[in-house]
């Protein structure tokens, strides 16, 4: 399978806990978007990396959330110190540069904090 | 700006009926509007694009979507509803205001289809 793919797909933990999501985009692409989707809501923009440049955050993304794309392939999305009102569903997608921009998402990672 | 506004957040249809969902858009500049499909346990999809191309644009599985400027909709068709259909829509404008092309999701509308 070639498309978008996130590890885990559903994290339990405790408030407090540090947790850590990845995303592997599709290969060629070099953008990658994060997003967050509670329950009844649609996505909401969290960051976005050109290759291994993080060039926007939301206001959303408090202190305690970091995001980072090393080499300019996979991302990982860390929140540190979860929070009851973290629980969500975190979303990523990729985009290539040139030519069509649609973006393709991943199943994304169901996060339950306790 | 830009938003996108889904009018009705639950629609029931009966299978082999039309659909209509509906979707405004406020854009201060030509939009780029997508509908996105999310089945439950499965990630997006795109169903169609406007680019300001053609205005009514055809999507897979038998969807499509008419821009109206004039009326500032989006709104989504499909002339026969089947089971498969049932699912969330979303209708998301793109940000091209800022570099990015983030994505910028209504919240939602749950179609059920009735057999």
């Known amino acids: 399978d070639t498309g978008v793919s996130q590890d885990p797909r559903h994290k339990i933990t405790k408030r407090g806990q540090n947790v850590t999501f990845r995303c592997d985009p599709i290969s060629e692409h070099n953008r990658l978007y994060w997003y967050r989707q509670t329950l009844g809501q649609g996505p909401e923009f969290l960051t976005y990396f050109q290759n291994e440049a993080q060039l926007e955050k939301s206001r959303l993304l408090s202190d305690r959330f970091s995001a980072e794309r090393p080499k300019g392939s996979f991302s990982t999305l860390e929140i540190q110190r979860t929070e009851q009102g973290d629980s969500a569903m975190y979303l990523c997608?990729?985009?290539?540069?040139?030519?069509?921009?649609?973006?393709?998402f991943g199943p994304g990672t169901r996060l339950t904090v306790l | 700006a830009q938003s996108v506004t889904q009018l009705d957040s639950h629609v029931s249809v009966s299978e082999g009926t039309p659909v209509l969902l509906r979707c405004n858009y406020s854009?201060?500049?030509?939009?780029?509007l997508f509908w996105y499909v999310q089945h439950p346990n499965k990630g997006l999809q795109l169903l169609l694009k406007y680019t300001s191309a053609a205005t009514l644009v055809k999507g897979i599985n038998g969807f499509e979507a008419e821009f109206k400027k004039s009326e500032t909709s989006f709104h989504l068709t499909k002339p026969s509803a089947h089971m498969s259909d049932a699912a969330e829509y979303f209708c998301?404008?793109?940000?091209?205001?800022?570099?990015?092309?983030?994505?910028?999701f209504g919240t939602g509308t749950l179609l059920a289809v009735q057999p």
């Open positions: 854009s201060s500049y030509s939009p780029s």
């Open positions: 998301v404008v793109s940000d091209y205001g800022g570099a990015t092309n983030k994505l910028i």
């Open positions: 997608a990729s985009s290539a540069t040139s030519g069509s921009d649609e973006q393709f």
